[in-house]
């Protein structure tokens, strides 16, 4: 029995990087910009007959609806616990994010608790950087990373990854249910579509806008946390994976790529933890707090981020930072919203 092994020569390091940006730009280009200009440049061709008011309206609330199903159900409480529900709002949740069709929550949960163990190392199930970090791996591994990984037949032990949820009766029913919630998913916009305006016509722009679009641009959005938010943008705390904050993408994802901060302080509910960085999700969760639904929130703790931010760092924490130890932070220097008047965040005003 033989084994060869071929170990390629390492590229020259100042190459790579000039080889990556250039292939870098190309990639954003083709997982994100073109396909939403097509999408952009169909509208006003179809617009009037093909789409009306109602498809947008639809679309959008099931954007939003389904997609802080994933943020805030499957990410942020499932996956991370960075806050307690109470029964109603943790089974809704679960329904919420299963209607996005990104996969059953325990396999979705499962999934992710696997990346943050193994982040950009070896076992992550979606880094960019598997292949390497020459132009060519990084191609490669944003494809992976950003979708060619949801092929791979290896599946994350669910016994290992998420027993938690397992063990829970309910959670499981609508794991199992994953199947019909597909259909429902596709088909209420059809019905709303139809009813709303009395067509068959209706019922089929809003299955089209409502149902397929928008389902795929969601689709796009939540991989492009795993591909673009694991290679492009800021580091603005310290984290031991090539996580990045990446403002562009905050509205479309609902503030899932203030990456670099949640891979920093994954528990943290808010991930646009600095001033200014927009966090529907975790606006969503402080208005389930108030209505009591939701509790035991980790929001962002001044003292903890302090130690994860590098030491030039300039910029304030946001809102609804923990403010305890409100005394040692300011012997210590640390940044709060309340006291911080710098230069860098007039500038950013
Ligand atoms: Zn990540
Ligand atoms: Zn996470």
Redesign the pocket.
Known sequence: MTTTAVTRPAAKPDLEEEQASLVQRILVGVFVAVPMLALIAAIPFAWGWGLGWHDVIIALALYWGTGLGVTVGYHRYFTHSSFKAKPGLRVGLAIAGSLAMQGPVITWVSD?RR??KY??REGDPHSPWRYGDDAKALTKGLLWAHMVWLFDPNQTSQEKFAPDLLADRKIKVVDDLFGPMVAVTLLLPALIGGLWGMSWHGAITAFFWAGLVRVTLLHHVTWS??SI??TFGNTEFEAR?K?RNVSWLAVASFGESW?NL??ADPTCARHGALKGQFDPSARVIWFFEKLGWAYDVRWPDAVRLSTKRPEAATRSLGGWTKQRFAKEQDTAGIRTSDNAVNPADKAAA
């Open positions: 992710h990346h943050h982040s950009d946390i795993n938010c694991h994976d996580s990456h949640h891979h």
